[in-house]
T-cell receptor, first 113, second 113 residues
């Protein structure tokens, strides 16, 4: 089954404790992206990647890191999480051409205390 | 650069029609529409390219007015299953084909029986 898989689905942690949210897709998509969703603000892009070893900042990249060592994986790293990073996070992927539908993972709800 | 969606929220009775608008301050290359049900991931509905085309999906259709830099989503004879938050995502023309999709803040649609 074609899917985008995120882990964990839920995480409660404390300020400053490094964490990684994994994202994997099995559709051979070139393009992968991370979004955060906050009430009233919609989906805001954190980072995106056009292909292996190619990443770029989205609209709200501060406090996050990503890597794209393999085509299928695009982990989101919070080196020193802070409470303002408490949010619902979505990973998405699509083929690299323009005008391709994005496939979203089920989301990861992060709470930073 | 974030597209502006209107209205922010709408409540309808089953069988009524609704229109959701997505406006940009910049010339658009394409517009994506997604629906997100509560607690779930956004799901792709359709993509419209510049040229004013109109596309349909069940009783949901959309148009793209290049001159007005606006897209509209039409929900005809709404069903209870149409409830959710609708997002438009915009792509902008550029020399480099690494455009990212920028999402609006969303329109919450609630259908009453």
């Amino acid at each position: 089954e074609a899917q985008v898989t995120q882990n964990p689905r839920y995480l409660i942690t404390v300020t400053g404790k490094k964490l990684t949210v994994t994202c994997s897709q099995n559709m051979n998509h070139e393009y992968m992206s991370w979004y955060r969703q906050d009430p009233g603000l919609g989906l805001r892009q954190i980072y995106y990647s056009m292909n292996v070893e190619v990443t770029d900042k989205g609209d709200v990249p501060e406090g996050y890191k990503v890597s794209r060592k393999e085509k299928r994986n695009f982990p989101l790293i919070l080196e020193s999480p802070s409470p303002n990073q408490t949010s619902l996070y979505f990973c998405a992927s699509s083929f690299g051409d323009s005008n391709q539908p994005q496939h979203f993972g089920d989301g990861t709800r992060l709470s930073i205390l | 650069q974030q597209p502006v969606q209107s209205p922010q929220a709408v409540i309808l009775r089953e069988g009524e029609d609704a229109v959701i608008n997505c406006s940009s301050s910049k010339a658009l290359y394409s517009v994506h529409w997604y629906r997100q049900k509560h607690g779930e991931a956004p799901v792709f509905l359709m993509i419209l390219l510049k040229g004013g085309e109109q596309k349909g999906h069940e009783k949901i259709s959309a148009s793209f007015n290049e001159k007005k830099q606006q897209s509209s989503l039409y929900l005809t004879a709404s069903q209870l299953s149409y409830s959710g938050t609708y997002f438009c995502g915009t792509e902008y023309p550029s020399m480099n084909r690494d455009d990212k999709i920028i999402f609006g803040k969303g329109t919450r649609l609630h259908i009453l029986p």
